[in-house]
Each structure stands twice: as structure tokens, then as C-alpha cells.
Nanobody
Framework: QVQLVESGGGLVQAGESLRLSCVAS????????LGWFRQAPGKEREFVAA????????YYADSVKGRFTISRDNAKNTVSLQMNGLRPEDTAVYYC???????????????????WGQGTQVTVSS
């Protein structure tokens, strides 16, 4: 069992940066792949970034590649998402998610993840 709590959202102007953090409870954290997803009003939840259980493999949606960076600290049970060069289209509720995995497989679909945080709002004004 993994419980996730996100923080760090807010209102920023286009071009600015935000850093989202997600703290996990539960001993399964180090055995879990972790992902960030987002959901804008009226849209489906979509993949943003993911990192393997060891942190050695990362994946990004094309829309955020080169601007966002996912990282994890297994000693602190945290996963972060550094977001630079924010755009109005990045406005959404951002969720972190966890999936227990037995190898470096890193899920990128919503339905592959078992545990979800409550979400944090990111609003980017133009």
C-alpha cells in the first residue's frame, strides 16, 4: 500500500517555473515506478512523465519534453516534477501515481497505476 500527497502547485505566468513534489508513505515506494499525470477541465487524464523504480529510466510526453524533469529520492520517499517554461496549455490538476513493479518496466498509461494522490492545481496565465 502506498499513499501519495502532492504539493507545489500554484498560479504562475507563462515562461515561469514550478516544482511539484509528491511524498509517499509505505515501504513499497522503492519498489514502485512513479508517474506524473495531469487533467485539464473537460479532458481526460494524460501522461506527463514517469521514472523507473531505480530512477535510471525516465519517460516524458512529447508536449513537455525538454521543459519538465522528473526525479525521485528513494531515501526520502519523494518524487518531483520540475516544470520550466510553463505555458497556458500546461494548466491542469497534476497527479502523482505509483505502480509496484518487479523490474525497470515503467508504465505510462493511466490504467496501469495502482495508487494516486489527490492532485495539485497548476494554473499558467498568458
Amino acid at each position: 500500500q502506498v499513499q501519495l500527497v502532492e504539493s507545489g502547485g500554484g498560479l504562475v505566468q507563462a515562461g515561469e517555473s514550478l516544482r511539484l513534489s509528491c511524498v509517499a508513505s509505505g515501504r513499497a515506494f522503492s519498489r514502485s515506478s512513479l508517474g506524473w499525470f495531469r487533467q485539464a477541465p473537460g479532458k481526460e487524464r494524460e501522461f506527463v512523465a514517469a521514472v523507473s523504480r531505480g530512477g535510471g529510466t525516465t519517460y516524458y510526453a512529447d508536449s513537455v519534453k525538454g521543459r519538465f524533469t522528473i526525479s525521485r529520492d528513494n531515501a526520502k520517499n519523494t518524487v518531483s516534477l520540475q516544470m520550466n517554461g510553463l505555458r497556458p496549455e500546461d494548466t491542469a490538476v497534476y497527479y502523482c501515481a505509483a505502480k509496484s513493479t518487479i523490474n525497470t518496466y515503467t508504465p505510462r498509461r493511466v490504467d496501469e497505476y495502482d495508487y494516486w494522490g489527490q492532485g495539485t492545481q497548476v494554473t499558467v496565465s498568458s
